[in-house]
Nanobody, 116 residues
């Protein structure tokens, strides 16, 4: 049974930091491109960052220089380190697993709220 379980969300003040984790099970994690997406109220879901099976990373312009995605293929976990958080980063954050010719998998999401 495939599972992606996000954790680490919460309430943080502007300028603060959070690290999100997404624990995967039920599929061969190392063979999947892993992504973080987010969805703010009233907005479409958007890609925040992804990391390929080779470790190549890519970021949305809005988070470049502030967020870092990483993966641990032994722990089957992908991380999102978020620094210098802004109120506009407030959203539900989701992880996604994708691989050519296979179904995509999504986690249930974790809420991040940036507010003073």
């Amino acid at each position: 049974q495939v599972q992606l379980v996000e954790s680490g969300g919460g309430l943080v003040e502007p300028g603060g930091s959070l690290t999100l984790s997404c624990a995967a099970s039920g599929f061969t994690f190392s063979r999947y491109l892993m992504s973080w997406y987010r969805q703010a109220p009233g907005k479409e879901r958007e890609m925040v960052a992804f990391i390929t099976t080779a470790g190549t990373t890519n970021y949305a312009d809005s988070v470049k220089g502030r967020f870092t995605i990483s993966r641990h293929n032994v722990k089957n976990t992908v991380y999102l380190q978020m620094n210098s958080l802004k109120p506009e980063d407030t959203a539900v954050y989701y992880c996604k697993a994708e691989r050519d010719y296979y179904p995509n998998y999504w986690g249930q999401g974790t809420q991040v709220t940036v507010s003073s």
